[in-house]
């Protein structure tokens, strides 16, 4: 389904961007797996997918730095010729009630979920127009589309994700590069392992599936999206939250 295409994905040493790399490679791609600070974490990621016969490299570099983004993008295609998909899917939270959330707590958190997305987007916009073709998917969450006490900047960092999806998939839709966001729900990994047991059980009982998804879950969406039987799909929202946002 992807063979052929090389992919870079944020966030990918642990996780859902762990799954997403995974993902991509079994369905023939070439990946980018890009860390921040796990860097072995990453390596251990680049040698499944080696395993399963596709290249892959780990590129550390932090999202929410505009200038280390053009490096990492400008030294992979010169490394694999060209990238065909771009997964935006580093994030971080710093969750807080307002009252208690500081000034620092809400940049970070623009600064890497929202900003970092913009960085990669801005330099993959001159390579996939010259190429005539892309796809780009940007990891939103549900607090993105609901909304979520105790996360305004998360929140609003994924809700402004899904602005710039739409926007920056209507500029390149006359290219042939489609641009659609996931948003996940509640999915098991280090983020949310970080949550109180009755916090997990107040959002388990909001899940009208009655489970936690998995990197997995979202992972096979992402690869949906990056393949060919999704040409006809962008500037997209896909909820992948076991009907969470019903
Ligand atoms: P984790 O906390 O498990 O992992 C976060 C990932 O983001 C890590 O790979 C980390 O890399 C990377 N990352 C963080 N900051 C940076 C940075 N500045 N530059 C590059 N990479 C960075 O999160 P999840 O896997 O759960 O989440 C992945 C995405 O899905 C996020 O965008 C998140 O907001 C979104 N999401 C998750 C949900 C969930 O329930 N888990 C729900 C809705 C959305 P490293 O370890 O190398 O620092």
Known sequence: MLTGKVALVTGAGRGIGRGIALKLAEYGADVIVNYNGSEEKAKEVVCEIEKMGRKAIAVQCTVADYEACGKMIDDMIKEFGHIDIL???????????????????????????????????????????????????????????????GQANYAASKAGVIG??????????????????????????????????????????????????????IAETVAFLASDKAGYITGQVLSVDGGMAI
């Open 87 to 149: 997964v935006n899917n580093a994030g971080i939270t710093r969750d807080n009630l307002v009252v208690k959330m500081t000034e620092t707590d809400f940049d970070e958190v623009i600064q890497t979920n929202l900003k970092g997305t913009f960085n990669t987007i801005k330099h993959m916009y001159r390579p996939f127009i010259k190429q005539r073709s892309g796809r780009i998917i940007n990891l939103s969450s549900v607090s993105g589309i609901l909304g979520n006490a």
């Open 164 to 217: 710039l999806t739409k926007s920056v998939a209507r500029e390149l839709a006359s290219r042939n590069i489609t641009v659609n966001a996931v948003a996940p729900g509640y999915i098991d990994t280090d983020m949310t392992q970080a949550m109180t047991d009755s916090a997990r059980e107040a959002v388990l009982s909001q899940i009208p599936l009655k489970r936690a998804g998995t990197p997995e879950d």
